[in-house]
Each structure stands twice: as structure tokens, then as C-alpha cells.
């Protein structure tokens, strides 16, 4: 079993330990849980859509539009707090649904209808919001973002971790997880079985619309927020991050553990640089190297084990 994922998260906590006495702290490991909890779910969406085979550019607007109806709903509308939730992620499950519907049905690049759908999803956010940034009222979705578990670990960590093992469970042991990882490693293949491919490949895209629409709500709870310029560059790290977990671009290959590893990974990285007070251009350049790194890394492990 390829572990590079894992020798590259301890050897990372490892630097971070001892390069900053400032990083084992309660208080910082507690921000970066409840910071990186909507990435953790983006990327669980992510990772479907690419065990298909394709790519979705949309995630980081649809996780600002899901904001922004979160503090629209609980404000201009005053529906209340189910309503709240449930419109976010019904209008992540529709964007997804629409750029699945494009990539399955009308054989368009994932890259092209994704890419249209980040515009429309971005937009709406705008005119939705006005522009301009949506307090949530007080009492209402930002308890959650400070709310903690037995005081200790934060609910927005709950949430995702909960979302992290049911995305396990799918794909190791549903019929559905099996076909999804099928048709990225032989779509003809898998069509010619008798299965219905195009609705897998829609529905993978709407499950990461709706794991967008739920980092939305997220991100509108730990800010108490709803604005429209959140989640910009957040597919990048979300590809990154599934990339890091070894999963390939090309699809047929990928885990959910390691695609939650790789997060982790983005996040000491991130979060080492600002405690050493690191600018942030510099940041991403850093950053970048270690991404190339990190994917040079697996795909050499992954040809060396092909080629056993």
C-alpha cells in the first residue's frame, strides 16, 4: 500500500513542531480544524467527481453563494433556521446537477461546464448579496461556528468528520462507490455492462454541488457572514488536496482518508507560513513547490508499483 500520503503528513508535523512552538497549542490547532472543516467537505465532493474522471472549477462559488443564501435567508426572508440550511444546499445540489447534466448528457469537457457554472454560481452570489457582505443575525448560524463539543472540539469539526466517514462507507462499500471508481477507470467498459453511466456521472457532480452548498453554511457560520467573495481558489486547493491523497486527474483512483490528509497537509503549510509571519506572495510560491513535490512524489510511487 502506497503510505507517502502519511510518511509526508508526520514528516510535515514533525518541521511545524519544531520550527514553531506556537503550532502545538490548543488554540491554533482548534482555528485550523474549524477553519479547514469546509475544505474537508468541498473535498470530499471533489474527490467523487474525480474518481469519474472529470474536474469541477465550481466548488469555490457555489461555497459562496450557499453563504450568502444562508444570511439572505435568515435576514431579508427571516424563514428560519431549517430553511436556511436547506436552501443552501439545494442550490448547491441544482449548479452541480446542471454542469453533471452538460458533462453526461451533451458530452461537453467537465472543464468547460464547470468553468460556466463557477461564473453563474459567482454571479448570482453577487446579485443575491448586492455585493456586499450579509451579517447573519445574532443567536442564529454563527452559534454554530463557535459551539464546541464538550467544550473541547469544535462542531463545525463534527459535521465534517461526519461527512468524511459517510463518503468512506459509499465508497467502500456500496455498489454505487464501486461504479463510480469503474467508470473513471473504464467508462466504455462499465456502459457496456448494462449500467447507465451518464446518471452516475450527473449525480457525482450534484453530490459535490451539495458538499459546496454545505461549506457554504459552514463558512456562513464561522464568519457569521454571508458574502460572495469567499471560496475564490478554493477548487484549486480542493484538486490539490485529492491530488496530494494520490488520486489521479484521470480517475479510476483515489481515498477518502488520504484525500482528508492531504488537506491537512495544505493546512500545516498554510499555517506554519503565517505563525513564522511568512508574506503572502511568498506563501504561494512555497506552496506551490510543495504541491509539485507532493504529486511528483505519488506519481513516481504509483509507476513503480505499476511496473511490479
Do not use: H
Amino acid at each position: 500500500i502506497n503510505n507517502n500520503t502519511y510518511i509526508m503528513l508526520l514528516v510535515l508535523l514533525i518541521i511545524c513542531a519544531i520550527i514553531s512552538p506556537d503550532f502545538f497549542t490548543v488554540q491554533n490547532i482548534t482555528n485550523l480544524v474549524r477553519q479547514y472543516s469546509g475544505t474537508t467537505i468541498v473535498c470530499m465532493g471533489m474527490l467523487y467527481v474525480i474518481l469519474t474522471g472529470g474536474i469541477d472549477l465550481s466548488v469555490g462559488s457555489i461555497v459562496a453563494l450557499g453563504s450568502v443564501m444562508v444570511a439572505w435567508s435568515l435576514t431579508t426572508k427571516d424563514l428560519g433556521m431549517a430553511a436556511a440550511i436547506i436552501m443552501p444546499l439545494l442550490c448547491g445540489v441544482c449548479c452541480g446537477a446542471v454542469t453533471g447534466f452538460f458533462v453526461a448528457f451533451t458530452n461537453m469537457a467537465p472543464f468547460v461546464a464547470s468553468l460556466a457554472m463557477m461564473t453563474i454560481a459567482r454571479g448570482v452570489a453577487y446579485v443575491v448579496s448586492n455585493g456586499q457582505p450579509v451579517q447573519t443575525p445574532a443567536n442564529t448560524i454563527g452559534t454554530l461556528g463557535i459551539a464546541k463539543l464538550g467544550g473541547v472540539i469544535p462542531w463545525l469539526a463534527i459535521i465534517a468528520l461526519i461527512f468524511v466517514l459517510v463518503f468512506w462507507f459509499i465508497i467502500k462499500y456500496t455498489s454505487f462507490g464501486r461504479i463510480v471508481i469503474a467508470i473513471g477507470s473504464n467508462e466504455d467498459a462499465v456502459r457496456l455492462a448494462g449500467i447507465r453511466t451518464k446518471w452516475y456521472k450527473l449525480a457525482v457532480y450534484a453530490i459535490s454541488g451539495l458538499c459546496s452548498g454545505m461549506a457554504g453554511i459552514v463558512a456562513a457560520s464561522r464568519t457569521a457572514i454571508g458574502t460572495p467573495i469567499i471560496g475564490e481558489g478554493l477548487e484549486l486547493d480542493a484538486i490539490a488536496a485529492c491530488v496530494i491523497g494520490g488520486a489521479s486527474l484521470s480517475g479510476g483512483r483515489g481515498s477518502v482518508l488520504k484525500t482528508v490528509v492531504g488537506v491537512f497537509v495544505l493546512a500545516f503549510i498554510s499555517n506554519i507560513m503565517n505563525l513564522l509571519a511568512i508574506p503572502a506572495y511568498p506563501q504561494d510560491i512555497i506552496k506551490g513547490v510543495i504541491i509539485i513535490l507532493s504529486v511528483l512524489m505519488q506519481e513516481f510511487t504509483s509507476r513503480k508499483s505499476d511496473s511490479v
